[in-house]
């Protein structure tokens, strides 16, 4: 969760860099988007009473719902409090989840078939069996 969390952080701030300069507003958005993600992963182990599996299909699919919901709301509680302008309609919020949870299936997805292509998965796997 540590190194998840950090990684995101560090990608987002990236991106502050890059696109939107660190304005307060910026940060909170930030702050959401780590947020979440752990928030999700905290829910599943809550819900589940156990940690992601992340060989099992159905956990993962789970896993992206619940971090779906989470994103979409802390980006509107965020935007409420900073800018309540990016509050657009009613429809905003489940649509930014189908999003969301769309982004993170096709993902996945994306990056095992990466990995499956670099020979990646060999790796892990040939890795694991010798521990």
Known sequence: MT???TATACGEIILCATAYGFSPPELINVVASCSAALFALLMFQFIKERPV???QIFDLITLAGIYALFN???????WAYTDPNQLISV????????????GAILG????????????LTKIAKSRSEKN
Do not use: C, K, S
């Open 3 to 5: 190194l998840g969390t």
């Open 53 to 55: 599996h992340i060989t």
């Open 108 to 119: 996945a997805f994306i990056l095992v078939r990466i990995a499956n292509l670099m020979g």
């Open 72 to 78: 979409a709301l802390f980006h509107h509680m965020a």
């Open 91 to 102: 429809a905003q919020l489940p649509i930014m989840e189908v999003g969301d949870f769309v």
